[in-house]
T-cell receptor, first 114, second 116 residues
Framework: NAGVTQTPKFQVLKTGQSMTLQCAQDMNHEYMSWYRQDPGMGLRLIHYSVGAGITDQGEVPNGYNVSRSTTEDFPLRLLSAAPSQTSVYFCASSYRSQPNKPQHFGDGTRLSIL | AQKITQTQPGMFVQEKEAVTLDCTYD???????LFWYKQPSSGEMIFLIY??????QNATEGRYSLNFQKARKSANLVISASQLGDSAMYFCAMREGGWTGNQFYFGTGTSLTVIP
C-alpha cells in the first residue's frame, strides 16, 4: 500500500550542484507528473509523462530534466541547482483513462539551494 | 490568463458553521474535470471531491459539496459543519484536454482557519 514514494524528503544543495529527486508509484498509473510548490503560487507543473518513454513540459520546465524508462519510476533531475529552485517538490500519478480519478501525491521533497 | 483563480488567500469560519471557498476556472475545452484538495500543515495533498464538466448534479462527499456553475465557470467548495481539523490550505485544480487530459492546473490556494 505504498502509493507514491518520493525520496529524499529533505535536501540541501549548493548552487551549481546536481541531483535527482526520485519518484516511484506502485499503482500502475500511466500518468505521472512533477510539481513545485512555492508560497502564494500554488502548485505549478514542471514536467509530466503519459507512459514509459513519453514526457512533456509543463508550465515551468526550465532547469529540470525528466525521463520515464519504466511505468513505475519518474525521476526529476536538477542539472545545475540555482537558489530560485528552492521549493517543495511533489510527484503525482493517476490513471490516464479515468479522468474522474484524482492524482495521488507523494509526501513531497523540501529542497533548499544555498 | 490564469487557468484557476482562487481569490480568497485566507478565510476564517466558526466551528460548526458552513464555509464556501471560491474557485473560478478558464478553459475552452468541453471535457474537463475539477478537483479540490486539502493540504494540512503536515504538507500532504488530500483529495476531497471531483466534478466532471458533463455532470449535471453537484458533487457531494460527506461534509464537502461542490457548487458547480458551468456558465459562470465556477466550482466553489462548500464545507458544512466546520471542524477544527478542517484548518488547512485548500486548492482547486482542473484537468483539461479531454477525458485523457494531460494538463493539471492548480490555483494559489485558500488558507482556512476554523475558530473554536
Amino acid at each position: 500500500n505504498a502509493g507514491v514514494t518520493q525520496t529524499p524528503k529533505f535536501q540541501v544543495l549548493k548552487t551549481g550542484q546536481s541531483m535527482t529527486l526520485q519518484c516511484a508509484q506502485d499503482m500502475n498509473h500511466e500518468y505521472m507528473s512533477w510539481y513545485r510548490q512555492d508560497p502564494g503560487m500554488g502548485l505549478r507543473l514542471i514536467h509530466y509523462s503519459v507512459g514509459a518513454g513519453i514526457t512533456d513540459q509543463g508550465e515551468v520546465p526550465n532547469g529540470y530534466n525528466v525521463s520515464r524508462s519504466t511505468t513505475e519510476d519518474f525521476p526529476l533531475r536538477l542539472l545545475s541547482a540555482a537558489p530560485s529552485q528552492t521549493s517543495v517538490y511533489f510527484c503525482a500519478s493517476s490513471y490516464r483513462s479515468q479522468p474522474n480519478k484524482p492524482q495521488h501525491f507523494g509526501d513531497g521533497t523540501r529542497l533548499s539551494i544555498l | 490568463a490564469q487557468k484557476i483563480t482562487q481569490t480568497q488567500p485566507g478565510m476564517f469560519v466558526q466551528e460548526k458553521e458552513a464555509v464556501t471557498l471560491d474557485c473560478t476556472y478558464d478553459t475552452s475545452d468541453q471535457s474537463y474535470g475539477l478537483f479540490w484538495y486539502k493540504q494540512p500543515s503536515s504538507g500532504e495533498m488530500i483529495f476531497l471531491i471531483y466534478q466532471g464538466s458533463y455532470d449535471e448534479q453537484n458533487a457531494t462527499e460527506g461534509r464537502y459539496s461542490l457548487n458547480f456553475q458551468k456558465a459562470r465557470k465556477s466550482a466553489n467548495l462548500v464545507i458544512s459543519a466546520s471542524q477544527l481539523g478542517d484548518s488547512a490550505m485548500y486548492f482547486c485544480a482542473m484537468r483539461e484536454g479531454g477525458w485523457t487530459g494531460n494538463q493539471f492546473y492548480f490555483g494559489t490556494g485558500t488558507s482556512l482557519t476554523v475558530i473554536p
